[in-house]
């Protein structure tokens, strides 16, 4: 039923460039909040620990202050797709990331909380090195 894929990630050079995509099915896009998380490898047990990036919803968005002037968050709702722009790429942007879709109580507050999503993708993997 719902369903959320993740593409684009790959290799980049350290101050390079990547766009994520997530393209979603099986509900409207407007109705949903969503997150982009990564988890860093080494970093907690699968499943746990994933970091919240970047999200959207509706007109709101949200950035981790780590990615904040380097990511862009954008949709397209005729495509059903959410996109990552990442610049400026550093080796600690290496991670596998996913989008999920949930509805938060509060997106202000909760938008870049794992807790708040229900659908998660696969994942694509970012690695950033030299």
């Known amino acids: 039923q719902l369903q959320l894929v993740e593409s684009g990630g790959g290799l980049a050079q350290p101050g390079g460039s990547l766009r994520l995509s997530c393209v979603a099915s099986?509900?409207?896009?407007?109705?949903?909040?969503i997150g982009w998380f990564r988890q860093a490898p080494g970093k907690g047990r699968e499943g746990k620990g994933r970091?919240?990036?970047?999200?959207?919803?509706?007109?709101?968005?949200k950035y981790a202050d780590s990615v904040k002037g380097r990511f862009t968050i954008s949709r397209d709702n005729a495509k059903n797709t959410v996109y990552l722009q990442m610049n400026s790429l550093k080796p600690e942007d290496t991670a596998v990331y996913y989008c999920?879709?949930?509805?938060?109580?509060?997106?202000?507050?909760?938008?870049?909380?794992?807790?708040?999503?229900?659908?998660w993708g696969q994942g694509t993997q970012v690695t950033v090195s030299s």
């Open positions: 999920a879709a949930g509805r938060p109580r509060l997106f202000s507050l909760w938008g870049l909380s794992q807790t708040s999503y229900d659908s």
């Open positions: 099986g509900f409207i896009l407007d109705d949903y909040a």
């Open positions: 970091e919240g990036v970047s999200s959207i919803s509706g007109d709101s968005i």
